[in-house]
């Protein structure tokens, strides 16, 4: 992201901050503000854990406790009070956490004359507030289409409405991630003068894939391959049941080694299941939103979602639409035959101040990949989900 905001030359100081705890970094925010006094814009990114507490979203550091959000974390209000102080012209943050889409006014709509002090405001979230933003290595699912959203255009001036318009597309169909978008500005804010500014970091992102001429006439001469010969080849990559169970196992066990119990004998009791099929109820939504939306090319795991209208009275509908008028369905089945598909890890506290954790991993195969799903909770005292973090990897199966 740094390389991206460098190359659009219009930052006079750009201000990285990475794994501080609270009190750091709202002085590393306050001492990056100190050095831009009336800037014409003022860009915010954070990519991070967010954490939604009623009407207030916060901003989580490595520090951050959900008992004590404000003094662990930085909230949008306190937020807001500092970015005010540098009297930017205009101000844009990019905010890709989960939970992050939240109203700017509670319980209203953003009007021009409620910028919450700003001339000009613009925020994009990378999904609502009661959503989940995936993770990803070494970009985040939202950060990577970000990204491609500015570097689209390949000549011209690249605007702020530009990447909305690119990343709205973008998540069209993903009915699990929906970015939240808030403008008040005139539509001609620009992230860059001219797109060809990103020249040399698209051609980063492009893979090698000329070659010396050559190599490509030595190349020529071998002889192509038979039909037969590359469903063979195609055939040898693919997964068996063998090859599923002894990987996932392998992963499983792997994991398992990680996890010292001695060590938190004193203060926790830990406890480890494991299912043969897709059991666990906290992550299977978030299983199927996810395989719903990859090509796949087998049937190992069905996996799909669909969101239907309730059959109501049509002009009921148009006065009253909401979330209470659609069905929707869920449908996740293993077709295969694995002995161990999730992996539940429970640890429970000893001590009352000490919290309980959750963390489930579930597996499931594919052609040549295996998608790995974890999903965190961390409750409080009460039994209370406090926090809930979704992580998705993808590992190929070893040949």
Request: hydrophobic share 40%; aromatic share 12%.
């Given at each position: 992201?740094?390389?991206?905001?460098?190359?659009?030359?219009?930052?006079?100081?750009?201000?990285?901050?990475?794994?501080?705890?609270?009190?750091?970094?709202?002085?590393?925010?306050?001492?990056?503000?100190?050095?831009?006094?009336?800037?014409?814009?003022?860009?915010?990114?954070?990519?991070g854990h967010g954490?939604?507490?009623?009407?207030?979203?916060?901003?989580?550091?490595?520090?951050?406790?959900?008992?004590?959000?404000?003094?662990?974390?930085?909230?949008?209000?306190?937020?807001?009070?500092?970015?005010?102080?540098?009297?930017?012209?205009?101000?844009?943050?990019?905010?890709?956490?989960?939970?992050?889409?939240?109203?700017?006014?509670?319980?209203?709509?953003?009007?021009?004359?409620?910028?919450?002090?700003?001339?000009?405001?613009?925020?994009?979230?990378?999904?609502?507030?009661?959503?989940?933003?995936?993770?990803?290595?070494?970009?985040?699912?939202?950060?990577?289409?970000?990204?491609?959203?500015?570097?689209?255009?390949?000549?011209?001036?690249?605007?702020?409405?530009?990447?909305?318009?690119?990343?709205?597309?973008?998540?069209?169909?993903?009915?699990?991630?929906?970015?939240?978008?808030?403008?008040?500005?005139?539509?001609?804010?620009?992230?860059?003068?001219?797109?060809?500014?990103?020249?040399?970091?698209?051609?980063?992102?492009?893979?090698?894939?000329?070659?010396?001429?050559?190599?490509?006439?030595?190349?020529?001469?071998?002889?192509?391959?038979?039909?037969?010969?590359?469903?063979?080849?195609?055939?040898?990559?693919?997964?068996?049941?063998?090859?599923?169970?002894?990987?996932?196992?392998?992963?499983?066990?792997?994991?398992?080694s990680k996890i010292?119990?001695?060590?938190?004998?004193?203060?926790?009791?830990?406890?480890?299941?494991?299912?043969?099929?897709?059991?666990?109820?906290?992550?299977?939504?978030?299983?199927?939103?996810?395989?719903?939306?990859?090509?796949?090319?087998?049937?190992?795991?069905?996996?799909?979602?669909?969101?239907?209208?309730?059959?109501?009275?049509?002009?009921?509908?148009?006065?009253?639409?909401?979330?209470?008028?659609?069905?929707?369905?869920?449908?996740?089945?293993?077709?295969?035959?694995?002995?161990?598909?999730?992996?539940?890890?429970?640890?429970?506290?000893?001590?009352?101040?000490?919290?309980?954790?959750?963390?489930?991993?579930?597996?499931?195969?594919?052609?040549?990949?295996?998608?790995?799903?974890?999903?965190?909770?961390?409750?409080?005292?009460?039994a209370r989900q406090?926090?809930?973090?979704?992580?998705?990897?993808?590992?190929?199966?070893?040949?």
């Open positions: 992201m740094r390389a991206l905001l460098e190359a659009t030359d219009k930052y006079s100081h750009i201000e990285v901050i990475e794994n501080v705890k609270a009190d750091d970094l709202k002085t590393r925010i306050r001492e990056a503000i100190d050095k831009s006094q009336s800037p014409t814009e003022l860009f915010f990114y954070y990519t954490y939604q507490n009623e009407d207030e979203f916060f901003y989580c550091a490595t520090n951050f406790d959900a008992k004590r959000p404000n003094e662990t974390g930085i909230s949008t209000t306190e937020l807001h009070m500092l970015l005010r102080l540098a009297e930017s012209d205009l101000v844009v943050k990019v905010i890709d956490a989960c939970n992050s889409g939240s109203l700017l006014v509670k319980s209203e709509l953003i009007t021009p004359q409620n910028k919450q002090g700003f001339k000009n405001l613009i925020q994009i979230s990378s999904c609502l507030d009661s959503q989940n933003s995936l993770t990803g290595n070494p970009l985040s699912l939202f950060t990577e289409k970000f990204r491609l959203s500015v570097l689209r255009k390949m000549e011209g001036v690249v605007y702020y409405t530009d990447a909305i318009n690119a990343l709205r597309d973008e998540f069209i169909n993903n009915n699990s991630q929906t970015p939240f978008f808030v403008s008040q500005v005139t539509g001609r804010e620009e992230f860059v003068d001219d797109a060809r500014r990103f020249d040399k970091i698209r051609d980063s992102l492009i893979p090698v894939n000329e070659v010396d001429s050559g190599l490509v006439d030595e190349q020529s001469s071998v002889p192509a391959l038979t039909s037969l010969q590359i469903l063979e080849a195609r055939e040898a990559c693919m997964v068996n049941p063998e090859k599923m169970n002894a990987f996932v196992g392998d992963f499983f066990d792997a994991l398992k010292s119990i001695n060590e938190f004998a004193d203060y926790f009791s830990i406890e480890f299941t494991e299912h043969g099929g897709f059991y666990e109820d906290t992550t299977r939504n978030f299983i199927i939103r996810v395989l719903s939306q990859e090509k796949r090319y087998d049937n190992f795991v069905t996996a799909n979602y669909s969101k239907k209208y309730k059959h109501r009275n049509s002009l009921n509908f148009m006065l009253f639409p909401d979330d209470d008028d659609f069905v929707e369905t869920y449908d996740l089945l293993l077709n295969c035959s694995m002995s161990r598909v999730q992996f539940r890890l429970i640890i429970t506290p000893k001590f009352s101040p000490l919290q309980r954790i959750k963390l489930v991993v579930s597996c499931a195969p594919s052609m040549d990949t295996c998608y790995v799903f974890g999903f965190f909770v961390r409750f409080n005292g009460n406090q926090l809930r973090q979704p992580v998705i990897a993808m590992l190929s199966f070893p040949q």
